[in-house]
């Protein structure tokens, strides 16, 4: 079984939450409050830590005031053809 944790799918998935947050000129406390959860969350999602689910990155994308179609458009290019799960 292939780790996605690590994979360059979710890594660029992780970048592109982090450019999104920048752009809305927010700080993961500031995310963490229009997400009504700890800084913590956010810090360990943008680290790598922590994936996200499909509803998840619904929500995410929301706070971010953004499609989540966007986010993951960046994750689909990046991950490889032969990617197994």
């Known amino acids: ?3 996605t944790i690590r994979s360059s799918g979710h ?3 992780r970048d592109a939450l982090i450019a999104a947050r ?3 000129a927010l700080t993961q406390a500031e995310l963490a409050a229009r997400l009504r ?3 913590s969350f ?3 999602v943008e680290s790598g830590e922590r994936r996200v689910d499909v509803i998840e990155l619904i929500v995410l994308a929301r706070a971010l005031e953004i499609g989540a179609g966007d986010l993951l458009s960046a994750a689909e290019a990046a ?5 197994r799960i």
């Open 1 to 3: 079984m292939a780790k």
């Open 11 to 13: 890594e660029a998935l």
């Open 22 to 24: 920048k752009h809305a």
């Open 37 to 39: 959860c700890h800084q």
């Open 42 to 44: 956010v810090a360990r």
């Open 79 to 83: 991950t490889e053809p032969d990617h």
